[in-house]
């Protein structure tokens, strides 16, 4: 079935360095993929999306781009700040039974932060 | 409400014993899932509402999982004779339509259940 795997954490960076999350999904077609983030003490929020191949989703000066023939979609920030200190999880989405948008998520990935 | 809201936040229970975890959704919102984030792992699809049926419950662990939904809004999750295996953050999330939509899901903080 339809997966996602992406890098094991945790993952500690300084402040202003280069951050780079992986994310290889497996999946029949071509699904719409996300970025959540979760961050200490509140539920998960969107933070970008990208519906269809080359595109690239960005927000908060995060980027990923829907990369078709490596079936990869990797979360980057040029200078990573200590409130991106979360859990980050890379996701897809298809149709389930009843043609029910699911949303199959992976494992996470915490990043702290240090200043 | 303006968010997603949940409860217990937390919950500690003896094995053996039954739970109900509690979701209400954004107003307005058709769509309902429940998920479960367990420590070191990922979040597992539990169940899906289109408004009160739930055309999809193939993530339900066992048969000691419920779930019901009424008047479109709230649900409850029930758990029967609980096993430490169940001790994980239960997760509930919303949106707009569930079909079609953006795919974007609004969560709530989620409820912590811990079995003894």
């Known amino acids: 079935g339809d997966s996602v795997t992406q890098m094991e954490g945790p993952v500690t960076l300084s402040e202003e360095a280069f951050l780079t999350i992986n994310c290889t999904y497996t999946?029949?077609?071509?699904?719409?993929l996300f970025w959540y983030v979760q961050y200490p003490g509140e539920g998960l929020q969107l933070l970008l999306k990208a519906t269809k191949a080359d595109d690239k989703g960005s927000n908060k000066g995060f980027e990923a781009t829907y990369r078709k023939e490596t079936t990869s979609f990797h979360l980057e920030k040029g200078s990573v700040q200590v409130s991106d200190s979360a859990v980050y999880f890379c996701a897809l989405i298809f149709e389930g039974i009843q043609g029910a948008q699911k949303l199959v998520f992976g494992q996470g990935t915490r990043l702290t932060i240090n200043p | 409400g303006a968010g997603v809201s949940q409860s217990p936040s937390n919950k500690v229970t003896e094995k053996g014993k039954d739970v109900e975890l509690r979701c209400d959704p954004i107003?307005?919102?058709?769509?309902l899932y429940w998920y479960r984030q367990s420590l070191g792992q990922g979040l597992e699809f539990l169940i899906y509402?289109?408004?009160?049926?739930?055309?999809?419950k193939s993530g339900l662990p066992s048969d000691r999982f419920s779930a019901e939904r009424t008047g479109g809004s709230v649900s409850t999750l029930t758990i029967q004779r609980t096993q430490q295996e169940d001790s994980a953050v239960y997760l509930c999330a919303s949106n707009p339509s569930g079909r079609g939509g953006t795919g974007e899901l609004f969560f709530g903080e989620g409820s912590r259940l811990t079995v003894l």
């Open positions: 509402f289109q408004g009160n049926s739930a055309p999809d």
């Open positions: 107003s307005g919102h058709t769509a």
């Open positions: 999946a029949t077609g071509y699904p719409s």
